[in-house]
């Protein structure tokens, strides 16, 4: 029997999936300690949370205390309730 036969084959993988490198909230309050408001991807690159072509996702783990400006890809229900919560705005790119 031919060798690609007697492989098992496993699960899918979709090319048109699209990867998001995460950013948590808690996250995002430890950079405002350092004076940041505003959190753009140029910011994540800088900081060395992303690479320069990453799309960045923020997620809602942790809590924020100041109103901070986030650009991002993608955010989570959470993540906008609690950034619109702290007097902050959250815009999709």
């Known amino acids: 029997m031919?060798?690609?036969?007697?492989v098992p084959k496993?699960?899918?993988k979709n090319i048109?999936?699209?990867e998001y490198k995460a950013i948590n909230l808690d996250v995002l309050a430890g950079l405002t300690e350092g004076g940041a408001?505003?959190?753009d991807n140029a910011f994540f690159v800088q900081a060395g949370l992303a690479s320069k072509n990453a799309k960045i996702k923020v997620?809602?783990?942790?809590?924020?205390?100041?109103a901070v400006e986030v650009h991002a890809h993608a955010f989570?229900?959470?993540?906008?309730?609690?950034i619109e919560k702290a007097g902050g705005k959250a815009v999709t790119l």
């Open 59 to 66: 997620l809602g783990r942790g809590e924020l205390t100041t």
């Open 76 to 82: 989570s229900k959470s993540a906008v309730e609690a």
């Open 2 to 6: 031919p060798l690609q036969r007697r």
């Open 16 to 18: 048109n999936r699209v």
């Open 37 to 39: 408001t505003t959190f």
């Open 10 to 12: 496993f699960g899918f």
